[in-house]
Protein backbone atom coordinates (compact mmCIF):
# COMPACT_ATOMS: atom_id res chain seq x y z
CA UNK A 1 0.00 0.00 0.00
CA UNK A 2 1.78 2.79 -1.32
CA UNK A 3 0.98 6.49 -0.18
CA UNK A 4 2.62 9.41 0.03
CA UNK A 5 3.72 8.97 3.56
CA UNK A 6 5.38 5.48 2.61
CA UNK A 7 7.39 7.25 -0.20
CA UNK A 8 8.57 10.16 1.11
CA UNK A 9 9.58 8.18 4.43
CA UNK A 10 10.79 5.02 2.88
CA UNK A 11 8.28 3.28 5.19
CA UNK A 12 6.58 -0.05 3.82
CA UNK A 13 3.54 0.49 5.25
CA UNK A 14 1.23 3.61 6.54
CA UNK A 15 1.51 2.92 10.10
CA UNK A 16 3.49 5.40 12.30
CA UNK A 17 4.17 4.83 16.56
CA UNK A 18 5.07 8.51 17.41
CA UNK A 19 6.54 9.79 20.78
CA UNK A 20 4.84 8.35 24.04
CA UNK A 21 6.62 9.40 27.08
CA UNK A 22 7.85 6.33 29.27
CA UNK A 23 6.97 3.90 26.69
CA UNK A 24 8.89 5.07 23.20
CA UNK A 25 11.61 3.25 24.11
CA UNK A 26 14.38 1.22 21.81
CA UNK A 27 12.64 -2.23 22.44
CA UNK A 28 9.49 -1.22 21.46
CA UNK A 29 10.62 1.56 18.52
CA UNK A 30 12.34 -1.38 16.77
CA UNK A 31 9.58 -3.96 16.93
CA UNK A 32 7.48 -1.77 15.12
CA UNK A 33 10.36 -0.60 12.34
CA UNK A 34 10.89 -4.57 12.16
CA UNK A 35 7.29 -4.82 11.44
CA UNK A 36 7.64 -2.44 8.61
CA UNK A 37 6.25 0.78 10.04
CA UNK A 38 7.27 3.65 11.88
CA UNK A 39 8.34 3.91 15.58
CA UNK A 40 9.94 6.88 17.50
CA UNK A 41 12.42 6.81 20.04
CA UNK A 42 10.66 9.12 22.88
CA UNK A 43 14.26 11.78 23.48
CA UNK A 44 12.91 13.29 26.93
CA UNK A 45 12.20 9.75 28.12
CA UNK A 46 15.37 9.78 28.37
CA UNK A 47 17.46 11.53 31.44
CA UNK A 48 20.25 13.20 29.68
CA UNK A 49 21.56 13.53 25.58
CA UNK A 50 23.85 10.97 26.62
CA UNK A 51 21.49 8.60 27.33
CA UNK A 52 19.35 9.53 24.40
CA UNK A 53 22.82 8.35 21.85
CA UNK A 54 22.79 5.09 23.80
CA UNK A 55 19.04 4.47 23.36
CA UNK A 56 19.54 5.40 19.46
CA UNK A 57 22.46 3.22 19.32
CA UNK A 58 20.24 0.12 21.08
CA UNK A 59 17.75 0.77 18.93
CA UNK A 60 20.39 -0.17 15.90
CA UNK A 61 21.06 -3.28 17.46
CA UNK A 62 17.04 -4.62 17.26
CA UNK A 63 16.39 -3.16 13.58
CA UNK A 64 18.13 -2.57 10.54
CA UNK A 65 14.83 -0.63 9.52
CA UNK A 66 14.33 3.07 9.27
CA UNK A 67 13.32 4.77 12.72
CA UNK A 68 12.56 8.50 14.32
CA UNK A 69 12.60 10.19 17.31
CA UNK A 70 10.53 12.74 19.12
CA UNK A 71 11.14 15.95 20.00
CA UNK A 72 8.84 17.58 22.29
CA UNK A 73 8.93 20.97 22.62
CA UNK A 74 7.00 22.68 25.91
CA UNK A 75 7.62 25.71 27.99
CA UNK A 76 9.02 24.77 31.08
CA UNK A 77 10.48 26.73 33.76
CA UNK A 78 13.83 24.91 33.56
CA UNK A 79 13.59 23.33 30.40
CA UNK A 80 15.47 20.61 28.96
CA UNK A 81 18.62 21.42 27.32
CA UNK A 82 16.73 21.14 23.76
CA UNK A 83 19.88 21.75 21.60
CA UNK A 84 21.77 18.95 23.10
CA UNK A 85 19.00 16.31 22.33
CA UNK A 86 18.68 18.11 19.24
CA UNK A 87 22.32 17.67 18.40
CA UNK A 88 22.25 13.85 19.83
CA UNK A 89 19.88 12.97 17.30
CA UNK A 90 21.23 14.80 14.51
CA UNK A 91 25.00 13.23 15.24
CA UNK A 92 23.57 9.60 15.37
CA UNK A 93 22.42 10.02 12.03
CA UNK A 94 18.20 9.21 12.54
CA UNK A 95 16.89 10.74 9.30
CA UNK A 96 13.62 11.41 10.68
CA UNK A 97 12.29 13.39 14.17
CA UNK A 98 8.55 13.78 15.11
CA UNK A 99 8.44 17.10 16.62
CA UNK A 100 5.71 18.31 19.24
CA UNK A 101 4.73 21.32 21.33
CA UNK A 102 5.80 24.50 20.44
CA UNK A 103 6.84 25.68 16.98
CA UNK A 104 9.76 23.51 15.92
CA UNK A 105 11.23 26.61 13.75
CA UNK A 106 14.76 26.93 15.35
CA UNK A 107 15.60 23.14 15.61
CA UNK A 108 14.65 23.09 11.34
CA UNK A 109 17.82 25.09 10.87
CA UNK A 110 19.84 22.19 12.83
CA UNK A 111 17.87 19.26 11.11
CA UNK A 112 17.31 20.46 7.57
CA UNK A 113 20.82 20.56 7.04
CA UNK A 114 21.42 17.45 7.99
CA UNK A 115 19.02 15.87 5.73
CA UNK A 116 16.69 14.58 8.58
CA UNK A 117 13.23 14.65 7.56
CA UNK A 118 10.29 16.35 9.69
CA UNK A 119 6.91 15.67 11.45
CA UNK A 120 5.28 17.68 12.98
CA UNK A 121 2.57 17.36 15.46
CA UNK A 122 -0.32 19.76 15.21
CA UNK A 123 -4.15 19.71 16.78
CA UNK A 124 -5.48 22.57 14.51
CA UNK A 125 -5.68 22.93 10.73
CA UNK A 126 -4.02 26.57 11.14
CA UNK A 127 -0.95 25.00 13.18
CA UNK A 128 -0.89 22.33 10.72
CA UNK A 129 -0.48 24.83 7.76
CA UNK A 130 2.26 27.38 9.81
CA UNK A 131 4.64 24.09 10.01
CA UNK A 132 4.09 23.44 6.37
CA UNK A 133 5.11 27.56 5.87
CA UNK A 134 8.38 26.49 7.92
CA UNK A 135 9.07 23.33 6.15
CA UNK A 136 8.34 20.05 7.83
CA UNK A 137 8.07 17.52 5.54
CA UNK A 138 4.71 15.60 7.27
CA UNK A 139 1.99 16.81 9.52
CA UNK A 140 0.50 14.44 11.83
CA UNK A 141 -3.00 15.92 12.90
CA UNK A 142 -4.89 15.00 16.30
CA UNK A 143 -8.03 15.51 16.55
CA UNK A 144 -10.32 15.34 20.14
CA UNK A 145 -10.19 11.62 20.36
CA UNK A 146 -6.27 11.21 20.68
CA UNK A 147 -4.48 10.58 23.99
CA UNK A 148 -1.99 13.62 25.27
CA UNK A 149 -3.11 17.05 24.25
CA UNK A 150 -5.66 17.61 21.99
CA UNK A 151 -5.73 21.31 22.00
CA UNK A 152 -8.74 23.03 23.28
CA UNK A 153 -10.51 23.61 19.85
CA UNK A 154 -12.40 20.15 20.15
CA UNK A 155 -12.81 18.98 16.85
CA UNK A 156 -12.84 15.35 16.18
CA UNK A 157 -10.58 13.22 13.52
CA UNK A 158 -13.79 13.33 11.19
CA UNK A 159 -14.01 16.81 10.66
CA UNK A 160 -10.40 17.56 11.16
CA UNK A 161 -8.40 15.20 8.95
CA UNK A 162 -10.44 15.99 5.45
CA UNK A 163 -10.21 20.00 6.78
CA UNK A 164 -6.61 19.42 6.70
CA UNK A 165 -6.29 17.61 3.37
CA UNK A 166 -7.93 20.43 1.81
CA UNK A 167 -5.40 23.04 2.86
CA UNK A 168 -2.22 21.22 3.04
CA UNK A 169 0.12 20.29 0.34
CA UNK A 170 2.30 17.73 2.10
CA UNK A 171 1.49 14.83 3.52
CA UNK A 172 -0.78 14.20 6.38
CA UNK A 173 -1.02 11.38 9.21
CA UNK A 174 -3.93 11.35 11.38
CA UNK A 175 -3.79 10.47 14.59
CA UNK A 176 -6.73 10.18 17.51
CA UNK A 177 -9.11 7.40 17.75
CA UNK A 178 -7.16 4.86 15.33
CA UNK A 179 -6.45 1.37 16.37
CA UNK A 180 -7.91 -1.31 13.47
CA UNK A 181 -8.05 -1.36 9.79
CA UNK A 182 -10.76 0.02 9.69
CA UNK A 183 -9.28 3.52 11.16
CA UNK A 184 -6.88 3.15 8.40
CA UNK A 185 -9.35 3.06 5.67
CA UNK A 186 -11.17 5.66 6.90
CA UNK A 187 -8.39 7.99 7.48
CA UNK A 188 -7.07 7.26 3.87
CA UNK A 189 -10.14 8.06 2.93
CA UNK A 190 -10.32 11.22 4.87
CA UNK A 191 -7.45 12.71 2.45
CA UNK A 192 -4.81 11.52 5.29
CA UNK A 193 -1.63 9.53 4.22
CA UNK A 194 -1.00 7.61 6.96
CA UNK A 195 -2.21 6.83 10.76
CA UNK A 196 -0.33 7.66 13.80
CA UNK A 197 -1.35 5.40 16.82
CA UNK A 198 -0.55 5.69 20.54
CA UNK A 199 -2.83 3.73 22.27
CA UNK A 200 -2.53 0.44 20.55
CA UNK A 201 0.92 0.18 20.44
CA UNK A 202 0.88 0.62 24.15
CA UNK A 203 -0.75 -2.63 24.37
CA UNK A 204 1.64 -5.11 22.37
CA UNK A 205 4.14 -7.52 24.06
CA UNK A 206 6.94 -4.96 23.07
CA UNK A 207 5.61 -2.03 24.50
CA UNK A 208 7.78 -1.73 27.87
CA UNK A 209 4.77 -0.97 30.33
CA UNK A 210 3.42 -3.26 32.97
CA UNK A 211 1.58 -6.08 31.92
CA UNK A 212 -0.97 -5.25 34.32
CA UNK A 213 -1.48 -1.71 32.63
CA UNK A 214 -1.97 -3.50 29.20
CA UNK A 215 -4.53 -5.65 30.34
CA UNK A 216 -6.52 -2.54 32.33
CA UNK A 217 -6.42 -0.87 28.38
CA UNK A 218 -7.85 -4.47 27.10
CA UNK A 219 -10.77 -3.99 29.53
CA UNK A 220 -11.65 -0.62 29.22
CA UNK A 221 -14.09 0.98 27.31
CA UNK A 222 -14.61 4.47 25.14
CA UNK A 223 -16.14 6.02 27.92
CA UNK A 224 -13.08 5.31 30.57
CA UNK A 225 -10.94 8.36 29.45
CA UNK A 226 -11.06 11.97 30.58
CA UNK A 227 -10.24 15.36 29.97
CA UNK A 228 -8.05 17.46 32.65
CA UNK A 229 -6.25 20.58 32.59
CA UNK A 230 -9.12 22.23 31.13
CA UNK A 231 -9.68 25.67 33.40
CA UNK A 232 -6.12 25.62 32.54
CA UNK A 233 -6.19 26.03 29.05
CA UNK A 234 -4.17 23.11 28.47
CA UNK A 235 -6.33 19.74 27.92
CA UNK A 236 -4.95 16.65 28.09
CA UNK A 237 -6.91 13.48 27.72
CA UNK A 238 -5.83 10.85 30.11
CA UNK A 239 -6.93 7.19 31.42
CA UNK A 240 -9.60 7.57 33.97
CA UNK A 241 -8.87 6.78 37.52
CA UNK A 242 -8.58 8.05 41.09
CA UNK A 243 -6.02 10.33 40.25
CA UNK A 244 -7.48 12.07 37.17
CA UNK A 245 -11.12 12.26 38.78
CA UNK A 246 -9.21 14.10 42.18
CA UNK A 247 -8.49 16.84 39.52
CA UNK A 248 -11.35 17.07 37.97
CA UNK A 249 -13.05 17.93 41.24
CA UNK A 250 -9.96 20.24 42.54
CA UNK A 251 -10.56 22.44 39.02
CA UNK A 252 -14.16 22.17 39.43
CA UNK A 253 -13.67 24.28 42.65
CA UNK A 254 -11.61 26.98 40.23
CA UNK A 255 -8.43 26.19 42.11
CA UNK A 256 -5.53 27.00 40.41
CA UNK A 257 -2.49 24.28 39.12
CA UNK A 258 -0.31 24.46 41.98
CA UNK A 259 -3.31 22.36 43.81
CA UNK A 260 -3.05 19.51 41.17
CA UNK A 261 0.93 19.96 40.83
CA UNK A 262 2.11 16.49 42.93
CA UNK A 263 -0.73 15.22 41.52
CA UNK A 264 0.11 14.69 37.81
CA UNK A 265 3.79 14.89 38.48
CA UNK A 266 5.67 12.78 35.31
CA UNK A 267 7.04 10.47 38.62
CA UNK A 268 4.07 9.45 39.53
CA UNK A 269 2.58 8.63 36.12
CA UNK A 270 6.18 6.58 35.72
CA UNK A 271 5.25 4.87 38.61
CA UNK A 272 1.70 3.71 36.75
CA UNK A 273 4.37 1.87 34.14
CA UNK A 274 6.86 0.54 36.18
CA UNK A 275 4.24 -1.05 38.98
CA UNK A 276 1.62 -1.85 37.37
CA UNK A 277 -1.21 0.35 39.68
CA UNK A 278 -3.39 2.19 36.99
CA UNK A 279 -4.14 4.57 40.15
CA UNK A 280 -0.48 5.05 40.92
CA UNK A 281 -0.72 8.77 38.76
CA UNK A 282 -2.18 10.43 35.74
CA UNK A 283 -0.90 7.99 32.50
CA UNK A 284 -2.42 8.91 28.93
CA UNK A 285 -4.79 6.66 26.77
CA UNK A 286 -7.08 7.45 24.48
CA UNK A 287 -10.84 7.11 23.24
CA UNK A 288 -9.26 4.15 20.85
CA UNK A 289 -9.40 1.73 23.72
CA UNK A 290 -12.53 0.92 23.69
CA UNK A 291 -11.58 -0.78 20.17
CA UNK A 292 -8.22 -3.26 21.86
CA UNK A 293 -9.35 -6.35 22.90
CA UNK A 294 -5.56 -8.45 23.08
CA UNK A 295 -1.80 -7.35 23.50
CA UNK A 296 -0.11 -8.63 20.21
CA UNK A 297 3.68 -8.13 19.10
CA UNK A 298 3.83 -5.41 16.86
CA UNK A 299 4.41 -7.41 13.88
CA UNK A 300 1.09 -9.35 14.42
CA UNK A 301 -0.59 -5.96 14.55
CA UNK A 302 0.86 -4.08 11.45
CA UNK A 303 -0.05 -7.62 9.30
CA UNK A 304 -3.53 -7.59 10.66
CA UNK A 305 -4.21 -4.27 9.74
CA UNK A 306 -2.81 -4.10 6.55
CA UNK A 307 -4.48 -7.34 5.66
CA UNK A 308 -7.49 -6.46 6.84
CA UNK A 309 -7.33 -3.02 5.25
CA UNK A 310 -7.29 -4.64 1.70
CA UNK A 311 -9.87 -6.65 2.54
CA UNK A 312 -12.07 -3.81 3.49
CA UNK A 313 -11.06 -1.63 0.58
CA UNK A 314 -11.30 -5.11 -2.11
CA UNK A 315 -14.74 -6.33 -0.78
CA UNK A 316 -16.98 -4.15 0.88
CA UNK A 317 -16.14 -0.64 -0.55
CA UNK A 318 -15.34 -2.12 -3.90
CA UNK A 319 -18.86 -3.87 -3.39
CA UNK A 320 -20.39 -0.87 -2.27
CA UNK A 321 -19.26 0.72 -5.43
CA UNK A 322 -20.43 -1.78 -7.58
CA UNK A 323 -23.51 -2.22 -6.36
CA UNK A 324 -24.20 1.40 -7.37
CA UNK A 325 -22.97 1.02 -11.02
Do not use: W
Given at each position: MKTRFTETFGIEHPIVQGGMQWVGRAELVAA???????????????????????????????????????????????????????????????????????NPVDHLEHFKPAGIKVIHKATTV???????????????????????????????????????????????????????????????????????????????????????????????????????????????????????QQVIAIEQEGRPFEDVRDLVSGARGRTVYETGDPDAGIWTAGLCQGLIHDVPTCAELVERMMSEAEAIIAERLVGFAGATV
Open positions: VANAGALGCITALTQPTPEDLSKEIARCRELTDKPFGVNLTILPSITPPPYAEYRQAIIEAGVKIVETAGNRHALKAQSIGVDAVSIDGLDCAGHPGEDDVPGLVLIPAAADKLDIPIIASGGIADARGLVAALALGADAVNMGTRFMCTAESPIHENIKQHIVTADERQTDLIFRSYRNTARVAKNAIS
